[in-house]
Structures are given as structure tokens and as C-alpha cells.
């Protein structure tokens, strides 16, 4: 019997993570139980995707129709002043800060977590001048490898992958703290300490564990994240920066946009950046976006964090748990060693996947063979994951993906 020591509600044995109505029950006790109610989830659907775009914030929809009509339709161009719009991308960044331990003036909200990588990358880079590496993952979300790439092409650069694990001659390491793949989780402290203690500086993306779990990045150069998963920003919602106090007053953005000029209004000749974390702002804020990031971290300002990292455990060893030896786990069995999300192997995966979206259970499937299950533990419960194992189960023992009409793949999977 596979005992499961963790802080409440566990202990549990493994005999009773199949009882429906110990899941209820688990419900019924959850500290974090009332934050479903802030989000809109449509009947009939276990929503396992708040992994890739999270859910609706209930409160959202009012508070975009606010910029949209009482901001934009009344104030017209005055909004930048007098709702806020111009400083936005730091206001909003305060509030992100404290979900990934840092402080005020840290961080900076816009653009893309794309764009936020080229700019800690080529930031982090011209910080140690004497240095040509660049150590990238090639596992990691491919958009960050990508951008690595393209990076170190330009600037002549040697592009490295970590599994190399040598780092005396590097001058910058962006790694991910959790595969958005496999949902394995990196040490942030320790791989921290020895990418910094070989003299390179470490760049964190923290897309899949912001939202999910208690980060730190305090120790880290830079880091970047997307708001549109965990943190539910809605889709499209602009990424956030993170950069060290440490490097701020040196730090060059490459990115020398109008927003982070020392006088964005003053209109100069010449660029010259701001102080402080302002200078890697680039270009005018999407404020309806922003609306709608600022409903979700109404949210946020009161979820007690260290809950949802056990409540993310919890469902995640209940339905991997409950899945057992159906199916091949590609996520560590370690729930230490895991972010929020499980993904499995299946060699069919895509059918498998399509059967149980027509069941009600939304997961997503990543090329070539993996099913993605997003625990997002901020409105997912833990009939939730039962019921969704069940279905899965049901889906693989009597092979329902088999229909040929779940074979053919759409745009998006
Ligand atoms: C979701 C995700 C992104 C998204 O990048 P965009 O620029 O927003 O398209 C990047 N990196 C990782 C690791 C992600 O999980």
C-alpha cells in the first residue's frame, strides 16, 4: 500500500484515493474551496487546461466593460493620465512581484514572454562582455530556444544546451522552473547558486509554476513569465520581466523603446534609459489586456500561496493515483519534483485526448505522445481529478479513442 505523507489533507492510503466521496470530502475541508466561485467554468467540463489559459475571472468581464466604456469611451486620450494607463506595465508588475518573491520596482509588465526573453537574454549577455555562451535547453518551451537561437546567431554568439552542465565560460543560462512538457521542476535556489557561482548570470521562465505555486526568483538575474496560464490574464495577456535589483542601473535594454526613456514625453533625439526597472518597458501598454490581468489579480492579492502548492500536490497524486499503471507517467513520480501539471505517454495520445474532450475532460496533447493534465489548484477540486481519472480509464479500457472521428488533428492541440 503506497502511503502518501504530505500536510493536509493528507496522509492518505492509497485505497482511499479512489473514493468519490473521500474527494468530496476533501472539497468540503479545502482552505482554498472559495476561490472556484471567482472564476466562470461552464457546466459539464473538468477544465484541465488552466495550465496553457486559465479560466475566466468572474469579475473580469465588468471590469474590462469599465476601461472599455467609463475609461476609453469617456475619458478618450485622458485615460493614460487619469486611469492609469501610462504606468501600467510597473503597477501592474508590483502586484505580479510578490507571486514570485520579489519586491516593488522589480518587475515590468508588456509585450510577450518572447520579447521578455530576447531582452534578459541580450541584457544578461552584455553583462559579462568577456564571455561568448549562451546555455539554453533544448527540451525547454521551444518559443525560449528559439529565441536563444536567434539571439546568439546575431550577436555571434555559441549557443549551448545545459545538459553539457559546463558553465565557467558562459555568460548567461535561461532555463525554465517547470517543463512545460513533463511538468519536472528545477531547484531554483540551487541551480541558481552553481550557475552564479561559475560566473554566469541565470535567467528563469517561470510560465508554468507562477500561479501554481509559491516562486522565488529573488536570487535569480532576471526572470519571465506569461499571465494568460496559472494567473489566469486571459489569452493574449502581456508577460512580466523580473530584473535583479542588482543590474538595474547597468542593465541595457536592447529593446530602446519610447516607454523606457528617461522622458518618454520630452521627445529627445537620442535614447536614454530610465532608472530602475522602468527602462525595460518598450511600447505603449495593451490596456484592454491589462484590464483584464488587473480583474485576475484582484484574485491573487488574497490566495494564501503555500496552500496552493499542497493542494497542487494533492491533486496530482490522487490522479496519478488513481491512473496507476493504465497509463505510462511522464512526469516525475516524485510530487516534489513536479510542478502542477502531470503529462502521460501514450502512443495514440492525440485520439485519446479528443475522446476525453467529447467526455467533458479538457487536457491538452504535446507532439509526439503526451497528455497534458493542467492541476490548476486555484478551481480544480478533488472530485475533479476523480472524475476525470475515471473517465480517462473508461476511455482507455474500452478504447473509445478508436472512433476514426478523433483521429483527424486541429490547428490547435
Ligand atoms: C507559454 C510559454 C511561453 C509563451 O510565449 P509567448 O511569447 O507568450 O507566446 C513561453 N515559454 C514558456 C516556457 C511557456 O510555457
Known sequence: MVQIGLSPPFPLRSDQLLDRDRCLALDAEDPLREFRDEFVLPEGVIYLVGNSLGALPRHAPERVRRTVEDEWGAQLVGGWNSAGWFEQPLTAGDRIAPLIGAGPGQVVVGNTTSIAIHQAVA??????????????????????????????????????????????????????????????????????????????????????????????????DFAVGC???????????????????????????????????????????????????????????????????????????????????????????????????????????????????????????YPVMRALIDRGVHGDFRAPDILRFGLAPLYIRYVDVHDAARILLEVLDKELWRDEKYARRLAVT
Open 227 to 349: 499571465t494568460y496560464k496559472y494567473l489566469n490574464g486571459g489569452p493574449g495577456s502581456p508577460a512580466f520581466l523580473y530584473v535583479n535589483p542588482r543590474h538595474q542601473d547597468e542593465a541595457v535594454n536592447v529593446l530602446s523603446g519610447w516607454y523606457g526613456h528617461a522622458e518618454p514625453f520630452g521627445f529627445e533625439p537620442g535614447y536614454r534609459p530610465a532608472h530602475g526597472v522602468r527602462r525595460f518597458a518598450v511600447s505603449t501598454p495593451h490596456v484592454l489586456s491589462f484590464a483584464a490581468l488587473e480583474a485576475a489579480l484582484d484574485v491573487w492579492e488574497r490566495v494564501p500561496l503555500h496552500l496552493l502548492r499542497a493542494k497542487s500536490v494533492a491533486l496530482g497524486e490522487i490522479f496519478a493515483g488513481l491512473v496507476g499503471d493504465a497509463l505510462e507517467l511522464a512526469s516525475p513520480a516524485d510530487p516534489e519534483r513536479r510542478g502542477s501539471h502531470l503529462a502521460f505517454r501514450h502512443p495514440h495520445g
Open 123 to 220: 541584457a544578461a549577455a552584455r553583462l559579462r562582455p568577456d564571455r561568448r555562451v549562451i546555455v539554453s535547453d533544448a527540451r525547454n518551451f521551444p518559443t525560449d530556444h528559439y529565441m536563444v537561437q536567434g539571439l546568439a546567431e546575431a550577436l555571434g554568439y555559441e549557443l549551448r544546451d545545459v545538459s553539457e552542465g559546463r558553465f565557467d565560460d558562459v555568460a548567461a543560462v535561461l532555463l525554465s522552473e517547470v517543463d512545460y512538457r513533463t511538468g519536472e521542476r528545477h531547484d531554483v535556489i540551487e541551480v541558481t547558486a552553481r550557475v552564479q557561482a561559475a560566473g554566469a548570470l541565470m535567467i528563469w521562465d517561470v510560465c508554468h509554476s507562477v500561479g501554481a505555486m509559491p516562486v522565488d526568483v529573488s536570487g535569480a
